[in-house]
Nanobody, 121 residues
Framework: QVQLVESGGGLVQPGGSLRLSCVAS????????MGWYRQAPGLERELVAT???????NYADSVRGRFTLSRDNAKNTVFLQMNSLKPEDTAVYYC???????????????WGKGTLVTVSS
């Protein structure tokens, strides 16, 4: 069994910063890409940023230059540093990881339960 647990969400004023963390645990042989998605009320879930197991990152245009994604492979953890936050960044942020559980496993996507980020004055 695999679990992704997010932390770090909360209420922040416009222009402020937050750091999200996500830890993967359980029966894990290896993790390929990890990343964050978000879903605002009434909207579809969208990509925020992803990072490969060798550190190659991809960002949504809306967050590039403000958000920084990093990971600690030894701890199966991914971090999202969010700076210069805007009200439009308000959403539930979901952690995602492509995980192989055993040798020969093709892998599948796992999701956390989400953490709420609210940007408001």
């Amino acid at each position: 069994q695999v679990q992704l647990v997010e932390s770090g969400g909360g209420l922040v004023q416009p222009g402020g910063s937050l750091r999200l963390s996500c830890v993967a645990s359980g029966s894990i042989r290896s993790i390929d890409a990890m990343g964050w998605y978000r879903q605002a009320p009434g909207l579809e879930r969208e990509l925020v940023a992803t990072i490969t197991n060798i550190g190659r990152t991809n960002y949504a245009d809306s967050v590039r230059g403000r958000f920084t994604l990093s990971r600690d492979n030894a701890k199966n953890t991914v971090f999202l540093q969010m700076n210069s936050l805007k009200p439009e960044d308000t959403a539930v942020y979901y952690c995602n990881a492509a995980i192989r559980r055993y040798w020969g496993d093709r892998g599948m996507d796992y999701w956390g339960k989400g953490t709420l980020v609210t940007v408001s004055s």
